[in-house]
């Protein structure tokens, strides 16, 4: 059964985080693609690399190489994109996720369409990250996931990389959200505007055993 907000002053990032919570509970290991592509308009292709990763119950993560195009220092820069997701892991490091800590949700004015469950929402930064952005969003409000996130990073992502500009995109995987699309644009020196595109795929998720009043 879903939850019905109404008052405009609820603690909806805490709603949304809990919710999350109680549906990871049910997790043992997620496996999935991910095609990782960085463009910039200096390179004549792109340079794409795709990868399985695998996160277990407790947030670690681990991936193996599938394919790249990439060589040299485009490899190298997708090689410590995706190493750095593995090493925030490692450290737990949950400062983009959305909760009460990190974000209030304000719901923005009007009713979903007949028959969507999505309400957009308004995303404000409560702890300014390099994780954390101001934009807009969409919330499921059935079952208290985020659908859509789009606005633009409240701190630069590093001293070599701008503030970004990002739009993540999220689906349904049985009863279950994960991550579909992230997309980041931003100014890179030394290379200019520079887009950091992640594509979710091929999703297999293996759920904790559920243990009966009985043990077995």
């Known amino acids: 059964m879903g939850l019905t907000v109404t008052a405009a002053d609820i603690d909806l990032a805490s709603l949304v985080a809990q919710a999350e919570s109680r549906r990871d509970a049910r997790v043992q290991e997620v496996r999935s693609v991910r095609q990782y592509t960085v463009r910039n308009p200096r390179w004549k292709t792109d340079a794409t690399m795709d990868i399985r990763m695998i996160t277990s119950g407790d947030g670690s993560k681990r991936y193996e190489l599938l394919a790249t195009n990439a060589e040299g220092l485009r490899k190298t820069i997708l090689t410590r994109i995706?190493?750095?997701?593995?090493?925030?892991?490692?450290?737990?490091?949950?400062?983009?996720?959305?909760?009460?800590?990190?974000?209030?949700?304000?719901?923005?004015?009007?009713e979903p369409a007949e028959g969507e469950t999505c309400r957009k929402v308004r995303l404000v930064a409560k702890n300014r990250t390099r994780f954390t952005f101001?934009?807009?969003?969409?919330?499921?409000?059935?079952?208290?996931?985020?659908?859509?996130?789009?606005?633009?990073t409240t701190k630069n992502m590093s001293w070599l990389v701008g503030r970004a500009d990002v739009v993540q995109e999220f689906r349904k995987v049985g009863d279950l959200w994960y991550s579909s699309l992230n997309q980041s644009t931003a100014d890179v020196r030394f290379f200019g505007k520079t887009q950091l595109i992640i594509k979710y795929s091929d999703y297999s998720i293996t759920r904790k055993p559920v243990i009966t009043a009985s043990g077995n």
Do not use: F, Q, T
């Not at 490091?93 to 909760?99: A, F, I, L, S, T």
């Open 82 to 110: 995706v190493e750095g997701e593995i090493h925030a892991a490692a450290k737990k490091d949950r400062d983009g996720n959305v909760n009460a800590k990190n974000y209030e949700l304000r719901l923005m004015p009007g």
């Open 134 to 152: 101001d934009g807009h969003g969409c919330v499921d409000m059935n079952d208290m996931a985020m659908v859509r996130m789009e606005g633009r």
